[in-house]
């Protein structure tokens, strides 16, 4: 018979194996808002692009990716978040430099209405200009009616500057749900989260930040960066040159899907 210093050993470690799985569900649960988040790779969008083209995909390729082909070079896109900010047109100069085309997912209170000079600056240099809520509220707290204000508001304003309304947003800290999902189908929204973070809210150190982002960094990867953080605009111009000397090509996030588009309603990493 096994001794009870021997069953209670085994209790023990069956508790803490729940435990960890119990954990992990948790922290799944509280960053989407539901229990399982499905989630659309870059490379699956032109997947399906591909075969739904089909012999005419070469030729709808070359019109509509322009130089860069993501099925075969090795793209990366480096994606902003909560911007713009003070440090927002040092960080256009250093892209301006680089010949580096970014995604900036932006903020509506004290951000675009406070820089809106900065917001037509992205539209026009280039960049994607996308939606990260009007006032960062966490949109799986929130109502129905207050997630389609969050989500209309930059919508809105990012239009009238730059002439264009955007089609992709980040939901702040990452969280969504089934009511967020449908309310950005409703108005026209995908979702777009990361692969790679250097957690640049934690450290103003960008020797780090520079670190965590190669360290995580792999084809078809979203980088999130916050050009509001000190730490991050001085790590920028050693990410893009590590990176390119890697090989990778820097795209915005519509392009590392194309020949395919983002679908509202669905969230994309």
């Known amino acids: ?8 050993t085994k209790t023990g470690t069956r508790l803490r194996v729940l435990a960890t799985f119990a954990a992990a569900a948790s922290l799944t649960l509280a960053l ?9 790779s870059p490379s699956s969008v032109r997947n399906a692009a591909d075969t739904q083209a089909g012999a005419a995909g070469g030729q709808a390729r070359a019109t509509e990716l322009g130089t860069v082909d993501c099925a075969h070079a090795k793209c990366i896109a480096l994606t902003f978040d909560a911007g713009p900010s003070e440090n927002s047109a040092r960080l256009l100069d250093i892209l301006k430099e680089k010949q580096v085309p970014a995604t900036f997912f932006l903020l509506g209170k004290r951000h675009i209405d406070t820089y809106p000079e900065l917001v037509r600056r992205m539209a026009a240099e280039g960049h994607e200009v996308a939606s990260h809520t009007w006032t960062h509220k966490i949109l799986t707290d929130a109502k129905p009616d207050e997630i389609r204000e969050e989500l209309k508001r930059p919508n809105t304003e990012i239009e009238r500057l730059t002439g264009k309304r955007p089609t992709l947003m980040r939901p702040p800290q990452g969280r969504t749900d089934d009511t967020v999902h449908d309310i950005c189908r409703e108005l026209g929204l995908a979702e777009v989260l990361w692969t790679v973070t250097a957690k640049d809210y934690k450290t103003n150190d960008s020797d780090l930040i520079t670190e965590r982002v190669l360290d995580q960094s792999s084809r078809d990867g979203i980088i999130l960066l916050h050009d509001i953080y000190d730490g991050t605009v001085p790590a920028v111009p050693g990410i893009i040159d590590a990176l390119k000397k890697r090989g990778y090509v820097f795209v915005t996030v519509p392009q590392l899907m194309a020949p395919g588009k983002a679908e509202p309603g669905k969230v994309y990493r």
């Open 1 to 8: 018979m096994p001794s009870l210093t021997r069953k209670m």
């Open 32 to 40: 989407s808002g539901c229990t399982k988040l499905e989630t659309v």
